[in-house]
């Protein structure tokens, strides 16, 4: 169940002066800006259910995974991060390290916290196959800004029409397997995050 069909009225806001399309050249010439409040690295089962006891009380979370790239045909591997953004931090959960997380199941199933993402569907289809889950009140941002006369969609697009800021893709292929994320890669990870909560947010004038 989507949000705006229990009744909130969400169209007031994205009749503000958001531009609904802009161009590669356009963003380019944008501020960099990415996420620079809290983020928590969580490695272990112990820190992981501490962290999700905690989302438990969000309304709004901000959702996004990544995985080792594939490079050759055929070849694919586990969901390695899981990325949950709240209102005060960002927690990014190595699933590798932490093994099968219950409660992340719980969250996803939810109903009364919504979860925000972008192409969420296919991040929660690739989750599945290691944590089977059957996930409610998600909102694709995609979809979200497509019914709101967006042209321009995905997280660059998105961040620059509605955030003004210009966000970094470099480590969208990077290898996120190694032992110890980089900096740019936790920064990344975060960010992805954080701008799927914010810029909901923002569209529905919150």
């Known amino acids: 169940m989507h949000l705006y069909e229990i009744g909130i009225e969400l169209t007031l806001s994205t009749k503000m002066n958001y531009r609904k399309e802009i161009s590669k050249e356009e963003i380019a010439n944008l501020p960099h800006g990415k996420y620079t409040g809290n983020i928590h690295l969580i490695n272990s089962r112990q820190e992981a259910d501490s962290a999700l006891e905690e989302l438990m009380y969000s309304k709004i979370i901000g959702i996004d995974t990544e995985a080792k790239p594939a490079f050759k045909r055929g070849q694919s591997f586990p969901v390695s991060l899981v990325q949950l953004a709240s209102e005060k931090k960002v927690y990014l959960f190595r699933t590798l390290s932490t093994g099968p997380l219950p409660l992340l199941k719980e969250l996803?199933?939810?109903e009364s916290?919504?979860?925000?993402?972008?192409?969420?569907?296919?991040?929660?289809?690739?989750?599945?196959?290691?944590?089977?889950?059957?996930?409610?009140?998600?909102?694709?941002?995609?979809?979200?800004?497509?019914?709101?006369?967006?042209?321009?969609?995905g997280a660059r697009k998105l961040a620059a029409l509605v955030l003004n800021i210009r966000i970094s893709k470099a480590q969208q292929v990077s290898n996120w397997e190694n032992p110890v994320l980089s900096k740019a890669q936790i920064d990344y990870a975060a960010t992805d995050a954080w701008l799927c909560r914010e810029v909901y947010l923002r569209l529905i004038g919150r």
């Open 108 to 110: 996803l199933e939810e």
């Open 113 to 153: 916290i919504v979860k925000v993402g972008i192409a969420i569907h296919d991040d929660l289809k690739d989750l599945s196959k290691s944590l089977s889950h059957s996930s409610r009140n998600i909102i694709d941002l995609n979809q979200f800004a497509q019914d709101h006369g967006f042209v321009s969609i």
